[in-house]
């Protein structure tokens, strides 16, 4: 199906902002919803958010509804993650992902297994 990479993570203080994209070579990209999952230490792989191949609809976890932002462009095949008033809970492994079939409507409730691909991930922390 292609190949996803992120970049952008890093270290940021607490109140902190940081940006994440992911580059996609799909070559059909704009038939893709996508969406954003995270790895906490000790934790099970979670939603964050996602975002329709349009880029006209989106949902978010709960966790991170009005700090965070999904938000694409698929001139460029990407798909980028603006986190605001990041906590040191947001401290994780983020990781973008497209599912295994073009128009699907992604949810927060999606189950991993309609996800086909992933990307290596990117570590976020944030430091109190």
């Known amino acids: 199906q292609g190949q996803l990479v992120e970049s952008g993570g890093g270290l940021v203080q607490a109140g902190g902002s940081l940006r994440l994209s992911c580059a996609a070579s799909?070559?059909?990209?704009?038939?893709?919803?996508m969406a954003w999952f995270r790895q906490a230490p000790g934790k099970e792989r979670e939603f964050v958010a996602a975002?329709?191949?349009?880029?006209?609809?989106?949902y978010y976890a709960d966790s991170v509804k009005s700090r965070f932002t999904i938000s694409r462009d698929n001139a460029k095949n990407t798909v980028y993650l603006q986190m605001n008033s990041l906590k040191p809970e947001d401290t994780a492994v983020y990781y973008c992902a497209a599912p295994r079939l073009s128009y699907t409507i992604l949810k927060p409730t999606t189950p991993e297994t309609a996800f086909g691909t992933w990307g290596q991930g990117t570590q976020v922390t944030v430091s109190s």
């Open positions: 799909i070559r059909t990209f704009s038939i893709y919803a």
């Open positions: 975002i329709s191949w349009s880029g006209g609809y989106t």
